[in-house]
Nanobody, 125 residues
Framework: QVQLVESGGGLVQAGGSLRLSCVAS????????VGWFRQAPGKEREFVAT????????YYADSVKGRFTISRDNAKNTGYLQMNSLKPEDTAVYYC??????????????????WGQGTQVTVSS
């Protein structure tokens, strides 16, 4: 199995940027598709973005399209989520996740077998 640890969250003003990182250990990172999800207080965990094992395909939620960019560096066992033009409604705990179906464009929680502990992103208005 793979262990995931997110970092890079914090407090930022609206319009600002953050880059989240997800460092993997355990099995080969390149075997997995990687997804980012977020969960705001009182809400269900929702899909943000996903990238296949080699980066050939990426998919975004409509709410972040054009503002967020998902990427990965398999040599560094790390996935990234670059978040620009942040809005207060982006405030949530952000989680990275690994999907054993390495070429799947997974958008639901159930498709991901491994999860990190989350990192808090707070966007002030």
């Amino acid at each position: 199995q793979v262990q995931l640890v997110e970092s890079g969250g914090g407090l930022v003003q609206a319009g600002g940027s953050l880059r989240l990182s997800c460092v993997a250990s355990g099995r080969t990172f390149g075997w997995y598709a990687v997804g980012w999800f977020r969960q705001a207080p009182g809400k269900e965990r929702e899909f943000v973005a996903t990238i296949t094992w080699n980066g050939s395909s990426r998919y975004y939620a409509d709410s972040v399209k054009g503002r967020f960019t998902i990427s990965r560096d398999n040599a560094k066992n790390t996935g990234y989520l670059q978040m620009n033009s942040l809005k207060p409604e982006d405030t949530a705990v952000y989680y990275c996740a690994a999907d054993r179906a390495s070429e799947r464009i997974g958008t639901t929680v159930d498709e991901y077998a491994y999860w990190g502990q989350g990192t808090q992103v707070t966007v002030s208005s």
